[in-house]
């Protein structure tokens, strides 16, 4: 079971959504939910962008409106997820990049709610845009993604499970365990998988269904073989079910020391119709 949920409050117009959706979770499993608010530097590199800019040293009263504001943001968070029916409930607020702050943050929690950000809020700094990618390919923990449209639908439901027999793919599964377990139905989605048929076995699906089954996931295999991308697949499958979740791993790789997603988890963080739980 999940009990400790960490989700992102940053004011924006996405915070709604996932707010539900962790509130929906929280309950659920009787977790306690942490709201995450961040100034967005800390008080160092506040000094220092002041000082190098020329201005005038008076960070003080400055970054004191910024933690203000996080503050309100914080306060609402707390009165809207005791409205939603969460019993345990905490606002921390962090004088850091929303970036570092998570990633630490999600260490020492379960899950980690945050929203899709391929129509990003003009209103919001460049450094928090690709938030999820950056805290699913750095932490340790998996992370739950949330479309805007997401008003506090069941879920999982029936969930949609990508299995390629990869390590991500295995971290992925066993992150959503405590939902798989809930689901009414599991499809575990196998594309094309003649073409990774050394980490599949003689029977693609068969033993990390078996698996499922002993943790008691009501699993079914589902085989596809299409011209459409992984994603695409992926995310047509989770339409045409009805699906409330999306469970694939996350997969990256090192360019100039910076993290770049694959194109499968690009697709699915940019366009996933439903929750998408995600794990590197």
Do not use: I, V
């Given at each position: 079971m999940y009990k400790t949920i960490v989700v992102h409050i940053d004011g924006s117009r996405q915070q709604d959504s996932r707010l539900h959706a962790a509130a929906l979770l929280a309950r659920?499993?009787?977790?306690?939910?942490i709201?995450?608010?961040t100034t967005g530097m800390s008080w160092v590199d506040f000094a220092l962008l002041t000082g190098s800019m020329g201005a005038p040293m008076m960070p003080g009263t400055d970054f004191q409106g910024l933690r203000d504001a996080v503050s309100v943001r914080l306060e609402k968070f707390v009165e809207e997820a005791g409205r939603l029916g969460v019993g345990s409930i905490e606002s921390r607020l962090v004088e850091d990049d929303p970036r570092f702050a998570l990633l630490m943050q999600s260490r020492y929690a379960d899950l980690t709610v945050l929203s899709q950000d391929s129509d990003p809020d003009p209103a919001l700094p460049v450094r928090i845009r690709g938030l999820p990618e950056h805290v699913t390919l750095h932490g340790a923990r998996p992370v739950l993604v949330v479309p805007d449209s997401y008003r506090g639908q069941p879920?999982?439901?029936?969930?949609v499970v990508g299995w390629d027999g990869s390590m991500q793919a295995i971290r992925a599964i066993e992150g959503a365990l405590p939902l798989l377990q809930r689901a009414e139905s599991v499809r575990l989605a196998l594309i094309n998988p003649d073409e990774l048929s050394e980490l599949h076995g003689e029977e693609p699906g068969a033993d990390m269904a078996l698996y499922l089954a002993r943790q008691g996931v009501q699993v079914d295999v589902v085989v596809e073989r299409t011209r459409s991308t992984t994603g695409d697949a992926l995310m047509s499958m989770a339409r045409t079910c009805g699906a409330g979740l999306l469970v694939a791993g996350a997969y990256g790789h090192s360019r100039y020391r910076e993290w770049v997603l694959g194109g499968v988890t690009r697709e699915l963080l940019a366009r996933a119709p439903v929750p998408l739980l995600?794990?590197?």
């Open positions: 659920e499993h009787d977790a306690h939910l709201g995450s608010g879920m999982p439901g029936t969930a995600l794990a590197h």
